[in-house]
């Protein structure tokens, strides 16, 4: 029973940011579980490739769409591919971002308005494009990948802490909105996990270490960890889970 729970055959999930770190491990998680996938992605053709093929490994369809979500003409740009390619998307996973760090006093017009574009606008475009096809159906999986940053901003990452707080909010505002819908919204609210984002500064062993003594569990995490989540939340399993902020952050979060 709860197997057929977690069971997303005749599904599809849209996940940006899919090709490496968090979002591929979810984007493989949803693919184990029988959904087909839409992986977007920037800069590496190799590693989104190769994920695209694990996926389909693992018996799903897959889709690569190499596109800037940062741009201006996202909406456009997804209704033509989604119509190209016969795109039903029932699962959104906004897992893609843009991360700078930079003293709050040295931000300027461009660095701000590049992280609200890629962490805000698009997560409110693409859930302007997919819910539609989720109301009509009467089920839709929305996940938004926020951060530890939330409750434990960091002092370079201002702008990028800023707007993780603010998708929290559009999460809980959407979730009531579209409950009725049989649409369910959450947060995902990762710590420090070993990904490429975080592989420079982490490989200072003085540095990780400091960020090993900040985490109740002591060890960096693995985007397995994220994905093991997203998964319940974008099936049947998490049907009753709605506006939920959870963290996966070994107990970086908490306030001891």
Request: aromatic content about 6%; some cysteine; glycine content about 8%.
């Amino acid at each position: 029973m709860i197997k057929q729970l977690f069971n997303l055959h005749g599904k599809t999930a849209l996940v940006t940011g899919g090709g490496q770190g968090i979002g591929r491990a979810i984007a493989l998680a949803l693919a184990e579980n029988g959904a087909d996938v839409v992986i977007t992605y920037l800069g590496n053709d190799a590693l989104a490739s190769q994920t695209a093929a694990d996926a389909a490994a693992l018996g799903a369809k897959t889709w690569l769409w190499r596109f800037d979500i940062m741009t201006d003409n996202l909406r456009e740009s997804w209704r033509e591919f989604a119509a190209a390619n016969n795109i039903n998307v029932d699962i959104l996973v906004t897992n893609a971002s843009l991360q700078i760090r930079r003293d709050w006093e040295a931000i300027d017009a461009d660095e701000f308005t590049r992280q609200i574009n890629t962490n805000i606008r698009s997560t409110l475009q693409l859930i302007q494009e997919t819910t539609p096809r989720m109301k009509q159906t009467g089920w839709g999986r929305i996940l938004n990948i926020g951060s530890v940053q939330q409750v434990r901003p960091h002092r370079q990452m201002l702008v990028y802490a800023a707007t993780k707080s603010a998708l929290v909010n559009m999460v809980k505002n959407l979730a009531a909105q579209l409950a009725p819908s049989g649409i369910t919204v959450n947060n995902l609210a990762p710590g420090t996990i070993g990904t490429a984002r975080n592989e420079t500064a982490l490989s200072d062993p003085d540095y990780k270490k400091l960020v090993e003594s900040k985490i109740p569990l002591g060890k960096i995490g693995r985007p397995e960890d994220c994905a093991a989540l997203a998964a319940l939340l974008c099936s049947d399993a998490g049907r009753y889970i709605t506006g939920a902020d959870i963290p996966v952050d070994g107990g970086m979060g908490l306030c001891f």
